[in-house]
């Protein structure tokens, strides 16, 4: 079993930052494909960022604006926000896929564990 727990949302004004956390327990983030997903009221939960065996991977709505990475020593996973807009508040979740290969890393049926949710509102 994998537990993880996502911290760092909140309030951010358009333009803002915000880094998001993702700690990881009971298995190795090293050994998983992580990711990050997010969900807007009324929207499917939809693909924001994964790091797996070839490195970081972007929906193309975020693509030079965040970035994720993974502290090893800390079993930690990171979502760094930058020029957030209006249409990147949701709830993001922290997700989990056993195998580090997976192809379908885009489609959250695909993992295995999540975490409970951080909330991210971005407004003026």
């Known amino acids: 079993q994998m537990q993880l727990v996502e911290s760092g949302g909140g309030l951010v004004q358009p333009g803002g930052s915000l880094r998001l956390s993702c700690a990881a327990s009971?298995?190795?983030?090293?050994?998983?494909?992580m990711a990050w997903f997010r969900q807007a009221p009324g929207k499917e939960r939809e693909f924001v960022a994964v790091?797996?065996?070839?490195?970081?991977h972007y929906t193309d709505s975020v693509k030079g604006r965040f970035a994720i990475s993974r502290d090893n020593a800390k079993n930690t996973v990171y979502l760094q926000m930058n020029s957030l807009k209006l249409e990147d508040a949701a709830l993001y979740y922290c997700a989990a896929l056993r195998n580090y290969y997976s192809d379908y890393y885009f489609n959250p049926e695909s993992y295995d564990y999540w975490g409970q949710g951080t909330q991210v509102t971005v407004s003026s």
């Open positions: 009971g298995r190795t983030v090293t050994t998983y494909t």
């Open positions: 790091f797996n065996w070839s490195g970081p």
